[in-house]
């Protein structure tokens, strides 16, 4: 499978809301209610920010949402802060393979 | 607490082999999958391959770009999960983790991640 598409950057200012987009296929993002998102500090690994598409793990902050719509799915963050400044990435599950998208730099003016 | 630790990381040259090691404590790892995924500096992940646990047969699968070059094992005794890497290309010059599929919902996600380890394939 190629990769899940996402925008290679956005920004926003403290306090606004931004959405990431990540479009795929009928057989990833399409196919399953099975997306995650990822966030990545320069230098760390990534962490799980949502599972199954609007699910939050406990302790990620509710200022993060997702949601799908056919073969796209997204992440918002509202509120933003500076912390929220990072790397993020989808993944989709697929009946054979990994994938994940090819990430989106948050700047946070 | 779930840990993963990877090593074995290092410098090789084009054409040669590296054995990378994740270790792994805080869960039952002979039940879970595992999974390696690599980052090239400056780049994305890349889902390398996984491997799953003896109730599934331990099947293997690989992205595209390192099958037929690259083994998933996995020691259930020592809970531990290799990467055999042959045949490395400099394209294969990246930051490799170890990952594990979380505990919430459909389990399809990448709950728990190693540190990660460096290979540099260069001559």
């Known amino acids: 499978q190629s990769a899940l598409t996402q925008p290679a950057s956005v920004s926003g200012s403290p306090g606004q809301s931004i959405t990431i987009s990540c479009t795929g296929t009928?057989?990833?993002?399409?196919?399953?209610?099975?997306v995650s998102w990822y966030q990545q500090h320069p230098g760390k690994a990534p962490k799980l920010m949502i599972y199954d598409v609007s699910n939050r793990p406990s302790g990620v902050s509710n200022r993060f949402s997702g949601s799908k719509s056919g073969n796209t799915a997204s992440l918002t963050i509202s509120g933003l802060q500076a912390e929220d400044e990072a790397d993020y990435y989808c993944?989709?599950?697929?009946?054979?393979?990994?994938?994940f998208g090819g990430g989106t730099k948050l700047t946070v003016l | 607490e779930v840990q993963l630790v990877e090593s074995g990381g290092g410098l090789v040259q084009p054409g040669g082999s590296l054995k990378l090691s994740c270790a792994a404590s805080?869960?039952?790892?002979?039940?879970?999958?595992m999974h390696w995924v690599r980052q090239a500096s400056g780049k994305g992940l890349e889902w390398v391959g996984r491997i799953r646990s003896k109730a599934n047969s331990y099947a293997t699968a690989y992205a595209a770009s390192v099958k037929g070059r690259f083994t998933i094992s996995r020691d259930d005794s020592k809970n531990t999960a290799y990467l055999q890497m042959n045949s490395l290309k400099t394209e294969d010059t990246a930051v490799y983790y170890c990952?594990?599929?979380?505990?919430?919902?459909?389990?399809?996600?990448?709950?728990?991640w190693g540190q990660g380890t460096l290979v540099t394939v260069s001559s």
């Open positions: 805080g869960f039952t790892f002979s039940g879970s999958a």
């Open positions: 009928s057989s990833d993002v399409g196919g399953y209610n099975y």
């Open positions: 993944s989709s599950y697929t009946s054979s393979r990994g994938v």
């Open positions: 990952t594990r599929p979380g505990v919430y919902g459909s389990g399809t996600h990448y709950g728990y």
